[in-house]
């Protein structure tokens, strides 16, 4: 069984950061990807950024290219990510999710396994 918690969210002003983190438990994940995404009220729920947990490859979002970064440290079993120049548009509830073996996939539906999730409010 897998088990993903999320931590860090909060409120933050237009221009700030955040950390989120996420808890990795259960099934190793060597050949796995560990995403975060996201979802706004009345929205679909959107890929930000991803990692292979073994190389640590990494890809991200057009939209959040160059402001979010996403890591892991596979000895705590815990994936990060960092949040810079945060926009109002920012604002959503994030989520943790692991992914296909040996697939980097942006599209919600070919994650198994999600976190409870965790709120970031951006205030202009």
């Known amino acids: 069984q897998v088990q993903l918690v999320e931590s860090g969210g909060g409120s933050v002003q237009a221009g700030g950061s955040l950390r989120l983190s996420c808890a990795a438990s259960?099934?190793?994940?060597?050949?796995?990807?560990l995403a975060w995404f996201r979802q706004a009220p009345g929205k679909e729920r959107e890929f930000m950024a991803g990692?292979?947990?073994?190389?640590?490859?990494?890809f991200y979002a057009d939209s959040v290219m160059g402001r979010f970064t996403i890591s892991r440290d596979s000895t705590k079993n815990m994936v990060y990510l960092q949040m810079n120049s945060l926009k109002p548009e920012d604002t959503a509830v994030y989520y943790c999710?692991?992914?296909?073996?040996?697939?980097?996939?942006?599209?919600?539906?070919?994650?198994?396994?999600w976190g409870q999730g965790t709120q970031v409010t951006v205030s202009s």
């Open positions: 990692i292979t947990w073994g190389s640590g490859y990494t």
């Open positions: 999710a692991r992914g296909p073996a040996g697939r980097s996939s942006r599209n919600a539906l070919d994650y198994r396994y």
């Open positions: 259960g099934r190793t994940f060597t050949s796995y990807v």
